[in-house]
């Protein structure tokens, strides 16, 4: 008997659609895996865990302007070979159904209409509108382009997945951010949960252990590699470096060749020359990338994790970030009051808390009872996970397909 078919179309892959494809492909499903951007391929066989096939687009990111249309021709024109061999192997799917991961919406509203006769979901992944009072600023920060693909995906997809409050969409209905009368039917919120494929044992050996300070780490993505960029984010740690409390980053992993890390590893240099004088500065620390399958026991050596505050704030979405700090067995902290954050936190007893409005976090830290939070952290291990609320899924998949048949 032929295996369902589900085809995952990605930028370049996460560990949430890594966590969904494995589940999948554990219950006999055939996984296939779409990349579209240029990729860092010593992740190749960790992926290759969830999907059956990998199919390499392999394009440099380019941002879709007037601006960069030349750049954009010449592209096409230099990966054509690519383009036209990765295609050759996407026209021979046969999928039961596809999920198109945003952002980038563009390519992902092109697959749309290549794949037109197979169920299609698309997953906004952080619906980024919703940071934004109203549409017309929405266009302006996100790009007109990427809008129109948006808009295309979300009123011609199949069905709808993503990763926040289960209210989610009602309220951009609301904010008259989206109308949900243009909208497919079906829709399912899945949170980015842990996988007991990527949790670490606790670790007992912290750095906290050999100098006697604490130590929180950040971990998130990135596409921005200039000294503006990591002063915004030691601006939004400030608190916490004056105390001296060490903060950690650790950026994307996905960065796809050794000019790109070596031009990063540049600009964190010169960042720390030119702001060498700053107060705090050496509780500052930007630290290695590392993939998906490594961060969790790479990161467990800190205390807590953290989530700072932002511009970008997409307040009904959560990420990924507090399935990394799960895993890795260390309970975090977020600085601003978050609605779904607090909620999810209600819902599962997870080891963590918000630090709105605290003045001296290091005497805050003090008086915590790090065994109970701990103690918070084991049961979102057990609760909190892929496994346990992957047929939920698996239920929205087949309506979207019934529905698509008619």
């Avoid at 560990?15 to 391929?41: C, D, P, Q």
């Avoid at 205390?303 to 959560?318: H, K, M, S």
């Avoid at 009872?369 to 892929?386: H, P, Q, S, T």
Wanted: one cysteine or more; aromatic letters at 16%.
């Amino acid at each position: 008997m032929q295996k369902k078919q589900v085809v995952f179309i990605e930028g370049f892959p996460t560990a949430m659609v890594y966590k969904i494809a494995k589940e999948f492909r554990k219950r006999g499903y055939e996984t296939v895996l779409i990349r579209i951007l240029k990729a860092n391929n010593e992740n190749y066989g960790f992926y290759k865990q969830a999907y059956d096939k990998i199919i390499d687009i392999d394009i440099p990111y380019v941002s879709l302007n007037k601006k960069n249309f030349l750049k954009i021709v010449w592209m096409f024109f230099r990966q054509g070979g690519k383009i036209f061999s990765a295609f050759l192997k996407i026209f021979k799917l046969k999928p039961y159904i596809v999920f198109g991961r945003a952002p980038i919406s563009v390519p992902i509203a092109f697959f749309r209409i290549f794949f037109k006769k197979s169920a299609f979901v698309y997953f906004p992944y952080d619906i980024r509108r919703q940071a934004f009072p109203n549409l017309k600023i929405a266009k302006k920060n996100i790009g007109f382009f990427e809008m129109i693909a948006d808009n295309y995906c979300f009123e011609h997809s199949d069905g709808i997945l993503h990763k926040g409050a289960s209210y989610e969409l009602k309220d951009l209905q609301k904010r008259k951010l989206i109308d949900l009368s243009k909208l497919p039917k079906h829709e399912v919120s899945i949170y980015p949960y842990c996988s007991k494929d990527f949790i670490v044992p606790f670790n007992k050996n912290k750095l906290s252990k050999k100098d006697g300070e604490i130590h929180m780490v950040y971990v998130g993505g990135t596409g921005k590699k200039n000294e503006k960029f990591y002063f915004e984010q030691l601006k939004s740690v400030d608190m916490l470096i004056k105390k001296g409390i060490h903060a950690h980053f650790h950026f994307g992993s996905e960065i796809s060749s050794d000019e790109e890390r070596e031009r990063e590893e540049l600009v964190k240099k010169n960042f720390f020359e030119k702001y060498k004088d700053i107060q705090g500065i050496n509780y500052f620390h930007l630290e290695k990338s590392f993939n998906a399958k490594d961060i969790a026991r790479e990161i467990s050596k800190y205390d807590f994790g953290f989530w700072p505050e932002c511009e970008y704030d997409v307040r009904l979405a959560t990420g990924n970030k507090f399935s990394t700090f799960i895993e890795a067995g260390i309970p975090f902290f977020y600085f601003k009051k978050h609605e779904i954050n607090d909620e999810i936190a209600k819902e599962y007893g997870l080891g963590i808390l918000h630090a709105d409005g605290v003045k001296n976090f290091k005497e805050f830290i003090s008086k915590l009872d790090y065994d109970k939070l701990i103690e918070g952290v084991k049961k979102a291990r057990e609760n909190y996970l892929m496994e346990k609320h992957f047929s939920r899924l698996e239920e929205f998949v087949e309506r979207v397909v019934r529905g698509k048949r008619g």
